[in-house]
């Protein structure tokens, strides 16, 4: 069982960084990731990583978003850069049981947050 719980949203101006960050409580050897769903549109995954470090990163965000684990703490987080108004959406950390393969598909994903609401303004 994992229990996950993100902070961090907020607004920005276009261009601006905002971090996000999902507390992770129970097994902490699963694949987490990172999820966003505008208004009307299907779930996206952005950025998963496993427990062996290896990362992946939506071509929509690659260079512009980093995922990290802070092991000690038991956090994900989720650092955002150059932001766009496309980039506004719930956000939501989620973790996968099996470790053994990486994924971007939420169908893949067991455990969710609430999401955290990061606003993008232009």
């Known amino acids: 069982q994992v229990h996950l719980v993100e902070s961090g949203g907020g607004s920005v101006q276009a261009g601006g960084s905002l971090s996000l960050s999902c507390a992770v409580t129970?097994?902490?050897?699963?694949?987490m990731g990172w999820f966003r769903q505008a208004p009307g549109k299907e779930r996206e995954g952005i950025t998963s990583?496993?427990?062996?470090?290896?990362?992946l990163y939506a071509s929509s965000i690659k260079g512009r978003f980093s995922i990290a684990t802070d092991n000690v703490r038991n956090i994900l987080l989720l650092q955002m850069k150059s932001l766009k108004p496309e980039d506004a959406a719930t956000y939501y950390c989620?973790?996968?049981?099996?470790?053994?393969?990486?994924?971007?598909?939420?169908?893949?994903?067991?455990?969710w947050g609430q999401g955290t609401q990061v606003t993008v303004s232009s």
């Open positions: 989620a973790a996968r049981d099996r470790p053994d393969f990486n994924s971007l598909d939420h169908r893949d994903f067991t455990y």
């Open positions: 129970g097994n902490t050897n699963v694949v």
């Open positions: 990583i496993r427990p062996d470090g290896s990362i």
